[in-house]
């Protein structure tokens, strides 16, 4: 009779555990990041079009990012750079990648950097004030509902799983308890996936993330100068792209070549064979008379 209740307690475990992903719930947890979004609305940036209407909840969730071409004038990288980057620590941003590259015709700086979603707008104009805008894009993305959903799963699972080991305390039974230990790892391994998910929606909200390219063109002496170690990948270059050219060349000509010259053999041996050998009577000999 016990070992029937167990096996009836784990079926109704598992039946709450399939059902519970089809819910959504409406209550949010105390977490510290919350504090972020208490105000009673929060506008989309002014930047990012017109009409854009403000969001009616105070526990609405919305992920920000920006991408920002600048060009500044030629031999001023360095120093706008440095502006700026003095200018993005004094709002508070936090430059997360920084990479330096020299192209052809021109010299750019790739940053990443995390900003407080309040001074989303903010950041993005001192980025703006640097130099010429290039091009800027930005993505607003309301995750309120993916967010919610993730946190009615996560106290879904965490009952059943709570549920599972006062099944497992219960159980005296071998095959039982193989059983729970079985659905009690998959259910902490559903945990896991689904807290790592909500640990990174929560970054996404918790700092707006903008990528900025800030770039100057080169001097035209510069754009004509080349470089021996680019001499040398093109004559390398030239030279692979011409010894495959011979060798795709050879191994197509080289079977044409061979059937010509089997023909020509044939032929030459075929001619050979019908001609008719003629007799030549020998031409009389003049013979030289003996000396007297």
Known sequence: ?????????LISVLLFGCLDDSTTGSSYPGDSYESAYDEPAM????FAGSGASSYSSSKSYVTQESSITIKVPEGMLETKYDEMTAALASEGAQISDVSYNEYTTRKEYSISLKADPRKFDRVNDVIKGTGEVKSISVDLEDVTMAYNDLDTKIQNREVELQ??????NMSDNVSDLLAIEYEITRVETELDLLKG?????????????ITVNLY????STQQLFISLEDIG?????SLAVGISFVAIATGFLLPIVIVCGLVWYGYKKIKKGGKKLIYQKPLASTRIPPPQ
């Open 1 to 9: 009779m016990k070992n029937i209740t167990l096996i009836f307690v």
């Open 43 to 46: 506008s989309a940036p002014s």
């Open 163 to 168: 549920r599972l080991y006062e099944l497992y």
């Open 197 to 209: 998910q909500k640990q990174y929606l929560v970054t996404r909200i918790e700092y707006s993330t």
């Open 216 to 219: 100057e063109d080169k001097p």
């Open 233 to 237: 990948l093109a004559f390398f270059g």
